[in-house]
């Protein structure tokens, strides 16, 4: 089966810096990437997501890298803010039949901006 | 995003009662759901495939007479906890994936405490 290792563990910048969380995955039929924050006593929240027909989307302060080859993908968080803090997933998935949704999730990174 | 309502947010029980958790997809049609259970401080594991309709699918390792699974309609699964023991205190997760989009979005966690 799947298995997504993600690093940090645990992250802790300054205001207005930027974060990176890294992703790597095994199997080479995953096809669909998303990225999920998580608050205290929440569930997660999707907050980009990316297929492996793309190398790389952006929304705002947020952008998601994907390396097919490497199987890599990484978060990256500019401009960080205070209400950044939280933890966050990287998740992996063949979007195919009834498999779709059926995510494995990497270990989470606990990422705290200090004002 | 599509909104996934679960209930309730957090439940006390006494040890050998059981307990039910509600997943709803409130404005969209969901065949599958997916119930995931999550310690402190760690990531979410996957229970079950929840497909409206059918038996739901068990992961390795969990016990499907102890977590027991309906899928009755398109916008409702439950996951009862049966004869709940304070090791089964967790916070359960169930994520749906919209029939027509195909992602998956996740509920706000239920916090089961077994006492």
């Known amino acids: 089966g799947e298995n997504v290792e993600q690093h940090p563990s645990t992250l802790s910048v300054q205001e207005g810096d930027s974060a990176v969380i890294k992703c790597t995955y095994s199997?080479?039929?995953?096809?669909?990437f998303p990225w999920y924050k998580q608050e205290l006593g929440k569930g997660p929240q999707l907050i980009i997501d990316?297929?492996?027909?793309?190398g790389e989307k952006k929304d705002q302060r947020i952008a998601v890298t994907l390396n097919k080859t490497a199987k890599h993908f990484s978060l990256h968080i500019t401009e960080t803010q205070p209400e950044d803090s939280a933890v966050y997933f990287c998740?992996?998935?063949?979007?195919?039949?009834?498999?779709?949704?059926?995510?494995?999730f990497g270990q989470g990174t606990i990422l705290t901006v200090h004002p | 995003g599509a909104v996934v309502s679960q209930h309730p947010s957090w439940v006390i029980c006494k040890s050998g009662t059981s307990v039910k958790i509600e997943c709803r997809s409130l404005?969209?049609?969901?065949?599958?759901m997916f119930w995931y259970r999550q310690f402190p401080k760690q990531s979410l594991m996957l229970m079950a495939t929840?497909?409206?309709?059918?038996?739901?699918?068990?992961e390795q390792g969990v016990e499907k007479d102890k977590f027991l699974i309906n899928h009755a309609s398109l916008t409702l699964s439950t996951l009862t906890v049966t004869s709940a023991h304070p090791e089964d205190s967790s916070f359960y997760i169930c994520?749906?994936?919209?029939?027509?989009?195909?992602?998956?979005?996740f509920g706000q966690g239920t916090r089961l405490t077994v006492v």
């Open positions: 994520s749906a994936r919209n029939v027509g989009a195909g992602d998956a979005f």
């Open positions: 199997d080479s039929a995953s096809n669909y």
């Open positions: 990316i297929r492996s027909n793309v």
């Open positions: 998740a992996a998935s063949n979007a195919g039949g009834t498999s779709y949704g059926k995510l494995t």
């Open positions: 404005d969209f049609q969901a065949t599958t």
């Open positions: 929840s497909n409206e309709g059918s038996k739901a699918t068990y």
